[in-house]
DNA sequence: CCCAGAACTAGAACCGGTTACAGTTCTGCC
DNA sequence: GGCAGAACTGTAACCGGTTCTAGTTCTGGG
């Protein structure tokens, strides 16, 4: 029910459902959190309100699913183009800024779908679980092939919410997105640099 | 405008916010964050709901205030009783630890305010700054005089991020409170260690 | 083709955060 | 004491997320 297609949804359903994340991206990148009001959302997408929560539990799951589909296009582009530097930690760090940089383009949407994943709804955590494991997924590849895999592991886990937690900081304006940026970098260095 | 007393109010007038604030923990331990109605907490503080919104700019702003008090309490009580542990990770992480402890025996509440602090209504983002620089001078308590100041700040600002990112998880059903002070031990010791 | 049940639609209704407003009470100042 | 203005009260209204319902359309099995 996340996202992952397949789901053995008709054609028709599997493009409702398309049009719905479609509409909440939409709205979302013209006027952030607000601005995707559920009513709005199943008017452009050309569905029925009842229809749009038979799909999602409610608006933080719609943005939700938006935002797995958002960091699965990112996984993509990134196996496209390896993450670029000197050391273990510039690698990691290139990853991660570059997963920052694609939301720095649109702010109000990275607000709204970070701001829908801090919500306690089951349907969400599963969304959140799914960008976790795409994130962690993604920092592997910037580590060398014989990093010890145990240590490799923690060092995602605990980037991962130096990421998360900044990228919240961004996104709630308590620091610029330099700062959060810095923030990742420092964090990486203080764990990596050891291992050089 | 956060909390920190004094602000040329009225003696009636800090009654009245004592009492908003009051109620909203009550409540919030209550019945978590829907709970927390504003009506409600209007009439259990036996101030007008209009009066309440004079207050605070909002229901968040309002959590985030109460969850300000918390930290500050806390605060007060890990300076009479100092951190316990052989080596420094293990003192950072028996007062990050003990701080979690603390929310764990309120959940409902936890939950609450952690997730009012996630909004970005720029009154709540004082209170983050406040909760934030408080558990920052917490943590300094861990470290020995001798610990390179400009290294410890780094670790402690890291930390920070994953002791929030963790209790996040938490409070949203991610993970256990266990698992949480788990990633926490083990970004401390990441980090810590090499400085044994 | 036909039917039962699931899915969908339009629209009203409910609920709680937030705002607006008219009237009352408090506060500082003369 | 008396006054102006700020603060407070009670209540109604507004707005948008969510739920509910009655009627319609689609889908798969016989």
């Given at each position: 029910m996340t996202e992952t297609a397949g789901d053995q949804l008709t054609k028709s359903q599997a493009a409702r459902r398309e049009r719905a994340i479609r509409a909440a991206l939409e709205l979302g990148a013209e006027g952030g959190y607000d601005a995707v009001q559920m009513r709005d959302v199943a008017h452009r997408a050309d569905i029925a309100l009842g229809t749009l929560y038979r799909y999602f539990s409610g608006k933080d799951h719609l943005l939700a699913a938006a935002l797995v589909e958002w960091a699965t296009d990112l996984e993509q582009r990134v196996n496209v183009r390896p993450p670029k530097g000197e050391s273990t930690a510039d690698r990691v760090v290139d990853i991660l800024r570059r997963a920052t940089r694609a939301m720095e383009k649109e702010p109000l949407l990275s607000s709204a779908v970070v701001r829908a994943l801090s919500t306690g709804d089951p349907q969400v955590s599963q969304c959140q679980e799914d960008v976790s494991s795409v994130m962690f997924r993604i920092q592997?590849?910037?580590?060398?092939?014989?990093?010890?895999a145990a240590v490799r592991d923690r060092i995602s886990r605990a980037l991962g919410h130096v990421w998360f937690s900044s990228l919240m900081g961004w996104v709630n304006g308590w620091v610029g997105i330099g700062e959060a940026g810095d923030e990742l970098a420092s964090a990486a260095h203080l764990m990596l640099d050891q291992y050089e």
């Open positions: 592997a590849r910037a580590y060398p092939d014989d990093f010890p």
